[in-house]
């Protein structure tokens, strides 16, 4: 479908730069006096329960949320006041996006790209490339009203990108999204990374994030609890791992041995396949081994399983917010 369409994005490292940004609703602290920065080529994946603080912090970062206390900055400007709602440098993509439903989405980004000054000649053009970019070419001359969730999700996304912003915030993305929007979205997002572009991106989803992010950060009550690269974070825990084993066969006793064995731990049975925690060491899962041969299970394959973000996230021991 092309390149990605360029105009002007910046080449600076650090695009964006937050220091102690507090957010307080009353009695309630959102965002708890967090420092974050973003720099080119960075696509962060931001997890996280509901009700940790992800969309309070994006909205903060654009500027849309007053900040109790703390400074944001990009590209070397701080964000706020005047004209922050149509800077071209920073683009917030929000979980529900605000739309006018009776125009039709050529329309609809016709009056975006208006309100970012973007020039008459090359308004058109530019509308037309976001809309091959995110699957809605054909529906160009559709009302907003008619278009299903999904649609409404990816003309949310064009008119992120419109302006060709350095920093990209994206809450929920893929939300509404079927497997082939979640697939194209992510062949997107790597792309603009492609870009040197700085991208902060909430989602539920763990699996897709880990194909496309650069950078994790797990938040819990207002904070980022962890951040580092996605091996980093799915690395964290170096003493224990989970395994998969497979028997050849599961008498009625098999539960009753594995139950038994020291160390073990999560414990997951679906027929022949096995699933738990263990020691990470190499040494302590060969005795592991040898027990449960020794103790009769006909074991037919036994390996640790790479970590990945879910097991991460989990291991983070995040409680929902009530």
Request: net charge negative; charged share 25%; with cysteine.
């Amino acid at each position: 479908m092309g390149g990605i369409y360029h105009g002007g994005s910046s080449q600076v490292s650090e695009l964006l730069v937050a220091r102690g940004v507090r957010v307080e609703f009353e009695k309630i602290v959102a965002v708890r006096d967090l420092d974050l920065r973003l720099s080119g080529g960075q696509l962060v994946g931001l997890v996280g329960p509901n009700g940790a603080g992800k969309t309070t912090l994006l909205r903060a970062l654009s500027g849309l949320q007053p900040l109790t206390a703390g400074r944001v900055e990009v590209l070397g400007h701080e964000v706020g006041g005047e004209g922050r709602l149509t800077n071209p440098q920073l683009g917030l993509g929000p979980d529900t996006p605000p739309v006018y439903e009776e125009l039709t989405v050529f329309e609809f980004l016709e009056f975006i790209a208006r309100q970012y000054r973007i020039d008459a000649a090359a308004r058109a053009e530019r509308i037309d490339f976001w809309l091959e970019k995110v699957w809605l070419t054909e529906k160009r001359n559709q009302k907003i009203k008619e278009l299903s969730r999904g649609m409404r999700q990816r003309v949310s996304i064009a008119r992120t990108l419109l302006p060709n912003p350095g920093v990209i915030l994206l809450d929920e993305p893929a939300a509404g999204l079927d497997p082939a929007g979640r697939i194209y979205l992510r062949e997107l997002l790597i792309s603009l990374c492609n870009q040197n572009k700085a991208m902060l991106v909430s989602s539920h989803i763990l699996s897709d994030m880990e194909d496309y992010c650069t950078h994790i950060a797990i938040m819990g009550h207002g904070e980022i609890l962890r951040f580092g690269s996605v091996r980093e974070v799915a690395d964290h825990s170096e003493d224990r791992c989970r395994y998969v084993m497979y028997l050849v066969e599961a008498p009625p006793e098999t539960d009753g041995i594995l139950q038994c064995l020291e160390g073990i731990r999560s414990l997951r049975r679906s027929d022949h396949k096995v699933e738990f925690e263990y020691d990470a060491d190499r040494a302590r899962s060969h005795e592991l081994l040898r027990e449960m041969i020794k103790r009769g299970l006909r074991v037919c394959s036994f390996a640790p399983v790479a970590p990945d973000l879910e097991d991460a996230y989990l291991r983070a021991g995040i409680r929902q917010v009530e």
